[in-house]
């Protein structure tokens, strides 16, 4: 207990830490309980946020912000309409044919796999090959099910959906058009002394934006490329396999090996065991090795290295706390909690002690 309250007194004489932990937990806290109200809302800063570089981009040409916001606005709304009528259609599409032809899917899968025990008796039997096809029937009905009640409450989707596309663009307008004033009208109500708060918005400014910048880069990039691989080679569902193959870099480590599974079951389903096959596993690796090895060390030079093991646990917690916002921005949530660490009074001054004495 000592301790405890030896910690808390001296945290407390800080007024710095003090404001600095308000903010975070003001933040947390509205985001938690008024996520899903204020669902366009955040929505729409996340997306101004990454229209703000290519305005400013453009202010570097000379160009007023207003005439670039303008701009950049109706750039933005091109790709939303081309996204709306050109490429959710074809995904539906896609998705609602795969649907159906998953009992066939798996239909051939099990002549497949029946064919394991008579060449490995020893490893494998066929009673376990028949519970595993049973077990992924039994989930292909459950799959049925809950796409027939997603197509009950398709209603309020498409509703939700409305107000979406009516209200995330005018907010992104204002908040790109305004964004001086709305900076200015927050900063009010924070207290003055906040040099700690601003260190730490700062570092983590620069992060998040490099971040979120870069990833919204490698989603189209590796999704554009895999989609021109795919249709190259002629590969059935190709919209959909590679809109699923753009969005896997959102969970690094997890996401490209889930993507693995029905890339190679529909290739598998369209060509068997044929060298097509293999063709396309290859190319796929090589889209991976290169998004790797290229394209991530170009897109994210100045990002914290974080350990593996952190983000990992960065993309569980946040994850779970706001599912699939919480992953994208895991890594960047997970850099505000190392900036924060790193800033924090008394752990900054050992680490400049134990820096002097090495000296």
Do not use: C
Not at 24 to 31: A, K, N, T, W
């Amino acid at each position: 207990m000592d301790i405890l309250r030896q910690w808390f007194q001296r945290f407390s004489a800080d007024p710095q830490a003090v404001i600095l932990v308000l903010v975070l937990l003001v933040g947390f806290v509205v985001v938690l309980t008024m996520g899903k109200m204020l669902g366009p809302v955040l929505a729409a800063l996340v997306l101004a946020y990454l229209l703000e570089g290519l305005v400013n981009a453009l202010q570097k040409y000379g160009i007023p912000r207003l005439a670039a916001v303008i701009l950049v606005f109706i750039i933005f709304m091109v790709f939303l309409m081309f996204s709306l009528l050109g490429l959710f259609p074809r995904l539906s599409y896609q998705l609602t044919q795969l649907v159906h032809q998953l009992p066939s899917i798996v239909s051939k899968g099990h002549d497949a796999l029946m064919r394991l025990p008579e060449r490995y008796p020893e490893l494998i039997s066929e009673a376990q090959i028949n519970d595993v096809i049973n077990a992924i029937r039994a989930e292909l009905a459950g799959l049925g099910q809950r796409v027939v009640s997603m197509s009950v409450a398709s209603v309020v989707g498409v509703i939700t959906l409305m107000v979406y596309v009516i209200l995330v663009p005018v907010l992104i307008f204002f908040f790109l058009k305004d964004k001086m004033r709305i900076i200015h009208w927050m900063t009010a109500y924070l207290p003055r002394d906040r040099a700690l708060t601003k260190r730490v918005w700062s570092e983590v400014n620069a992060q998040i934006a490099n971040y979120v910048r870069g990833k919204v880069w490698e989603i189209l990039i590796v999704g554009s490329v895999s989609y021109i691989t795919f249709v190259m080679m002629d590969l059935q569902y190709s919209v959909l396999l590679a809109t699923l193959v753009g969005l896997s870099v959102v969970i690094p480590y997890i996401g490209a090996a889930a993507v693995t599974l029905p890339i190679a079951a529909i290739a598998f389903f369209q060509w068997g065991w044929s060298v097509d096959f293999w063709y396309l596993l290859i190319a796929y690796g090589v889209i991976q090795a290169l998004d790797g090895n290229v394209l991530v060390p170009l897109l994210f030079s100045e990002v914290v290295n974080l350990h593996p093991v952190a983000i990992i646990i960065a993309i569980l917690v946040f994850g779970g706390l706001w599912g699939l916002w919480g992953v994208f921005f895991a890594i960047p949530l997970a850099t505000l909690v190392q900036a924060v660490l790193k800033a924090w009074p008394g752990r900054g001054q050992q680490l400049a002690v134990q820096e002097t004495v090495s000296n």
